[in-house]
Nanobody, 114 residues
Framework: QVQLMESGGGLVQVGGSLRLSCAAS????????MAWYRQAPGKQRELVAK???????NYADSVKGRFTISRDNAKNTVALQMNSLKPEDTAVYYC????????WGQGTQVTVSS
């Protein structure tokens, strides 16, 4: 029933920035972890960043210092600010919410060109 929807993806040059956002189509009860994953063609989906309900964040080593995850608990949204983008950041990015059930977005393409 409830679906997640990412927005903010697109084409950006090396060193540029993008901000991804994720929102639910309906209310989700008691969201625990919100996270961003990404998947490049031919690669396994990997965790990029996650944030707990209390605001504790963790990042993949490859993005640490460049990406920032944030959440708005009142609106049940999560964002990923991506700075200093590199070609290896090119992937489909998915948001993920852990609640009573787990929810995934459909993905948004991020392409970093050199």
């Amino acid at each position: 029933q409830v679906q997640l929807m990412e927005s903010g993806g697109g084409l950006v040059q090396v060193g540029g920035s993008l901000r991804l956002s994720c929102a639910a189509s309906g209310s989700i009860f008691r969201i625990d972890v919100m996270a961003w994953y990404r998947q490049a063609p031919g690669k396994q989906r990997e965790l990029v960043a996650k944030i707990t309900s209390g605001g504790s964040a963790n990042y993949a080593d490859s993005v640490k210092g460049r990406f920032t995850i944030s959440r708005d608990n009142a609106k049940n949204t999560v964002a990923l600010q991506m700075n200093s983008l590199k070609p290896e950041d090119t992937a489909v990015y998915y948001c993920y919410y852990s609640a009573t059930y787990n929810y995934w977005g459909q993905g948004t393409q991020v392409t970093v060109s050199s």
